[in-house]
């Protein structure tokens, strides 16, 4: 919960930044740029963009405590992500 509350929170000051920057009618960008690097950075920690050969070596070769710690950092750059994602949704449709 604490890392959506600090997506949102990051999303709201992108489109603050953004407005002031470049107008209402950009609004979407830096909330939207935040929000597809923490996607790709969650989509990179997954291995959802390697081979099945290469995810199997990389499990094998893999402890638990780290397969772990990975998960957890996928986990919370989702979970940064989805609001960001959201509000640059919103900020596209209500100003463009």
């Known amino acids: 919960m604490r890392y959506v509350v600090i997506g949102t929170t990051v999303s709201m000051l ?26 790709a950075v969650s989509m990179l920690l997954s291995g959802a963009l390697v081979s099945g050969d290469r995810m ?19 986990t919370r750059a989702l979970l940064l992500a989805v609001p960001n994602l959201i509000v640059a949704i919103i900020a596209y449709t ?3």
């Open 94 to 96: 209500l100003y463009s």
């Open 56 to 74: 199997r070596a990389n499990f094998a070769t893999e402890t638990t405590a780290g397969r772990h710690e990975r998960h957890h950092v996928m």
């Open 14 to 39: 992108g489109v603050v930044v953004s407005m002031l920057l470049w107008g209402a009618q950009q609004a979407y960008f830096l909330p939207g740029i935040a929000g597809f690097i923490c996607l």
